[in-house]
């Protein structure tokens, strides 16, 4: 197990990954915030879905989810059906312009990542996405699935600073 101040410098580097979150959200076109643009790509990785199961996958509560799709819907990007199994669900669905707007912000976001990490070996990009993965399984961030560790104390939680 690491050490403390392992565990606080983490603490740092993950408050410091902010200005990368905000960085990359500046490049997205004004239209599509973060929140749609997260729409968009969970519909784009998992298919057409549930308003419920869109929410956990964006680990945010149902009003958020609604508020997120209506703003995708008003600009075309996706459509919501009856769902046949139960008809007071509707079924999510991106348009063909949800997929143009899919492609434009995975350009986007790939080209800036590509500026960036181009003095990265292609072994370190792998090595952050296998290690980020493995993050994000250790927390299993979706709502209700992960109790608070037992053993958290309270008073020696690090501030987050940058």
């Known amino acids: 197990m690491a050490e403390k101040a392992q565990y606080e410098e983490l ?7 902010g200005a990368v979150k905000r960085e990359l959200g500046r490049i ?11 729409v968009l790509t969970l519909l784009g990785r998992h298919g057409d879905m549930r308003m419920s199961k869109l ?7 149902m009003s958020v989810t609604s508020r997120h799709v209506a703003h995708v819907v008003d600009r075309g990007w996706i459509e919501r059906s009856p769902d046949p199994a139960d008809k007071r669900s509707r079924i999510l669905r991106l348009t063909p312009a949800g997929h143009t707007q899919l492609d434009e912000l995975s350009r986007r976001t790939t080209e800036v ?32 699935t992960r109790a608070a560790p ?13």
């Open 11 to 17: 603490v740092r580097q993950f408050s410091a990954f």
């Open 28 to 38: 997205m076109p004004a239209e599509c915030p973060g929140g749609s643009a997260a």
């Open 150 to 162: 037992a053993a958290f104390d309270q008073t020696t939680r690090t501030p987050a600073s940058t």
């Open 113 to 144: 990542l590509a500026e960036r990490l181009s003095d990265w070996t292609d072994e370190e990009v792998g090595q952050l996405t296998s290690l980020m993965a493995r993050l994000r399984e250790s927390f299993d961030c979706r709502p209700g």
């Open 55 to 61: 929410a956990e996958l964006l680990a945010v509560d």
